[in-house]
Structures are given as structure tokens and as C-alpha cells.
């Protein structure tokens, strides 16, 4: 497993710091669990949901991310790019060793 660290920049809290920690504190921050080799990663913000593409896992993590729960979703062979229609709340999935896409419904997390 590998650890994804999410970070939102926040620009008043930059110009105000002096420590090298954009958060003004020193310290870690911890990561979340994702699938094997994350490769891409794709936001709805209509939805406030991560996703992340793992290409040796052959899946997508889903991050919740208000809470930073995790879901998995197994895709096609080597998962290589990830892009998300906040509109239609769909997402698509690109897999490059099976060729093909593979398309999540982002309200149930389930395929299409």
C-alpha cells in the first residue's frame, strides 16, 4: 500500500507563514491508504470525492473528502489515467493494459 497526502493551499495562511509548513506548525500529516502505484488522481468537487487511479492494484480508490474514508473499485489492467464529469457525477477511467475505460457511477461507486 502507498500513502497519498492530500494538501489544500490555503494563500492567507502561506503569506503568514514562517516555520516552511504552509500550516504554520511543524509536524507530519497523515497520508491516506491507496492501492498499489497511484498513478493519476481526479476531484469532484461537486461532490467533495478524491479518486484516485492505482495502476498495480488495478483499481480506484475513492476518498471521501470530508471524512477521508476509502473505498476500492476494481477497473480494467493497469489503470493509467483518471478524469471525472462533476456534472453527470461520472467518472472514466482509462486502463492501459486491457485497453479500455472503464466508467464509475459516482453516486453509487458502482460500475457502469
Known sequence: M?????I???PERIAA???????????SYPGIRVGLSPIAI???PNTNTVYVANQDSNSVTVIDGQTTKTRDILVGINPSSIAVDPISNRVL???YGSNTVT???GKTN???
Request: hydrophobic share 60%; charged share 5%; no cysteine.
Open 17 to 27: 507563514q514562517s516555520s516552511g509548513n504552509i500550516f504554520g506548525q511543524s509536524g
Open 93 to 95: 477511467v482509462a486502463n
Open 8 to 10: 489544500i493551499v490555503v
Open 2 to 6: 502507498f500513502l497519498v497526502a492530500l
Open 42 to 44: 481526479a476531484v469532484n
Open 110 to 112: 458502482r460500475l457502469v
Open 103 to 105: 466508467v464509475i457511477d
